[in-house]
């Protein structure tokens, strides 16, 4: 059995002359639940079509259980759950009638025992129309539709934008449930890094277009680190040290946030530049991916004035 | 059974317009023939001069201007707005609710997708449209409404401004899939429909008529079959 069930080549979308997506090399192994980050207009929706070839690709391909995007069989797609952005479903139809439209096409994998539970579980009025659903409600229904015919691959964007807390729980609990099923994938998007650090094992990370980041998470919150450097007397001006991403100089002190420095690197350096001491900042998922992705020279919103 | 499944959920969707479509011209339809058939009636008051019925003057008169043919128009009009209202509730709606990914990313082929569409919204049409006219002309035809039932041309006729709706359907539909921005090529569709449309008004010779419907329909599907499967949704 092939371990990589997705996979991407070189992958490249423009819409006119701006790349959306620009030469995304992925592959994600079977059996974990990866979490695609990146800001507003990183290139995620886009990706995802591209990936499950509701999009053509301007170069580059991408293979979705060994089948090319751009060709996927209807014997494919039944092995791949999908929950669009916005949890946009038929909004004249019942849950009900929802429920028997999609089992009709997984005649033989739909799991009618999980989506009732599902159901109970979320509460759900089977008879309620879409439109009248709230879009939590609604994103509850696309999950149990995805989840109901027990896809081997679960690619969801966004699946938790608009919802409350207690809801995204609930939602991430019912991921949580699919990859216990042995071998299940799920790739899901998401603005919220609490909920990727909850519950994922592997991180994509991607800005404008390009990919930034493709490791396990632990990987990922290892790599990123801020040290705050402090000096008796002048900070000094320039610092050379492989894998820096910000500088931030103060009176006194010299911050830093680098990719891939480890205990001895930071003591090195901290050693050739003379700092006094220094301090290994904690950050959690949210805190590391804004400094991995802001740029260089990014300013603050607002710029008091200090009196 | 996912065509099935497809095409009753395509169906139900354009329900709610062939039934107004339907009662809209039946309504109309029964109510003009009444009318006329009041108006021919041997027991009305004909001392203002009308020709009474089963005299040889009104006989000929129902022969080459028959109540119903006057129905025409209405019947065009039906036809030609549930034509655009269908292709644009089946092609432009997914476009503004975005459910194209979810409709799409399922086990079944596109061309079954669209051959699903399409089939329940031509069927939607010939069954509004179409099943009121026949019920017009078979109204028609009983002896007690008119004493000489319509020609079986009116009827024919009848047909082809039915399948003109069919032909704004489809063009309303490729212009619902179309990419381009509005007033470029999006309106191909709809334009090349309207083209068939007229060239077939005009027309008196019925194989011709049928000739140029039957090529502006195979220009629209091939078109459709073809940006169905190649558009990005």
Not at chain 1, 133 to 157: C, F, H, K, T, Y
Not at chain 2, 113 to 130: D, E, F, N, P, R
Not at chain 2, 181 to 202: D, H, L, N
Request: charged residues 20%.
């Amino acid at each position: 059995m092939n371990d990589t069930v997705l996979q991407t080549r070189g992958l490249t979308k423009y819409y006119d002359s701006t790349p959306a997506v620009d030469h995304l090399d992925l592959e994600i192994p079977r059996g974990c639940i990866c979490g695609f980050v990146g800001r507003n207009g990183a290139g995620k929706t886009t990706a995802i079509k591209l990936m499950l070839g509701l999009l053509e690709p301007t170069a580059g391909s991408a293979s979705l259980l060994g089948c090319d995007s751009s060709a996927l069989t209807p014997a494919i797609r039944q092995r791949i759950g999908y929950v669009a952005e916005g949890h946009r479903l038929f909004r004249w139809m019942t849950i009900g009638a929802l429920e028997r439209f999609q089992r009709a096409f997984f005649p033989k994998q739909w799991d009618d025992k999980l989506f009732r539970e599902m159901i109970e579980y979320f509460d759900l009025p089977k008879k309620k129309k879409i439109k009248h659903l709230s879009n939590g409600q609604r994103a509850q229904v696309s999950l149990a539709l995805a989840l109901a015919p027990n896809p081997e691959l679960l690619i969801m964007d966004d699946p938790t934008l608009g919802l409350d807390a207690a809801i995204r729980r609930q939602f991430l609990e019912g991921m949580i449930e699919l990859i216990m099923r042995q071998g299940r994938t799920i790739l899901f998007s998401s603005h919220i890094l609490g909920d990727v650090e909850r519950v994922s094992d592997r991180i994509i990370v991607i800005d404008k277009g390009v990919l930034r980041a493709n490791c396990s998470l632990e990987q990922f919150q290892r790599a990123i680190r801020k040290v705050v450097l402090s000096f008796s007397g002048d900070v000094p001006g320039q610092v050379d040290i492989e894998g820096l991403l910000h500088c931030k100089r103060g009176d006194k002190q010299l911050e830093l946030t680098l990719v891939g420095a480890d205990d001895e690197k930071v003591a090195a350096l901290a050693k050739s530049i003379r700092a006094e001491t220094y301090n290994v900042v904690t950050m959690n998922l949210e805190d590391q991916f804004i400094e991995f992705t802001a740029p260089a020279n990014h300013k603050r919103l607002f710029q008091w004035e200090e009196r | 059974m996912k065509f099935a499944a497809l095409f009753g959920k395509e169906f139900r969707e354009c329900l709610p317009w062939m039934l107004l479509a339907a009662i809209v011209l039946l309504a109309f339809g029964s109510f003009f023939l009444r009318a006329q058939a009041y108006d021919m009636n041997p027991n009305r008051d004909w001392s203002r001069g009308y020709n009474p019925p089963g005299t040889a003057v009104e006989a000929y008169r129902l022969t080459f201007n028959s109540p119903l043919a006057m129905l025409g128009p209405w019947l065009f009009c039906c036809s030609i707005g549930l034509g655009l209202i269908l292709g644009a509730r089946q092609f432009w709606i997914p476009n503004f609710t975005r459910t194209w990914p979810f409709l799409l990313h399922r086990s079944a082929r596109r061309t079954t997708i669209l051959t699903a569409k399409l089939t329940a919204g031509s069927t939607a049409l010939v069954l509004a449209i179409g099943g009121v006219w026949v019920s017009l002309y078979w109204y028609a035809c009983q002896l007690e409404v008119f004493t000489v039932p319509p020609p079986a041309r009116v009827f024919i006729h009848g047909w082809i401004l039915v399948i003109m709706g069919l032909l704004t359907y489809l063009g309303t539909a490729l212009s619902g899939l179309s990419e381009a921005r509005w007033y470029t090529t999006k309106i191909f569709g709809i334009a090349f429909a309207v083209i068939i449309v007229g060239v077939t008004t005009g027309e008196w010779s019925l194989a011709r008529a049928l000739a140029v419907i039957a090529f502006g329909a195979a220009l629209l599907l091939s078109q459709l079959f073809d940006t169905f499967a190649t558009r990005e949704f």
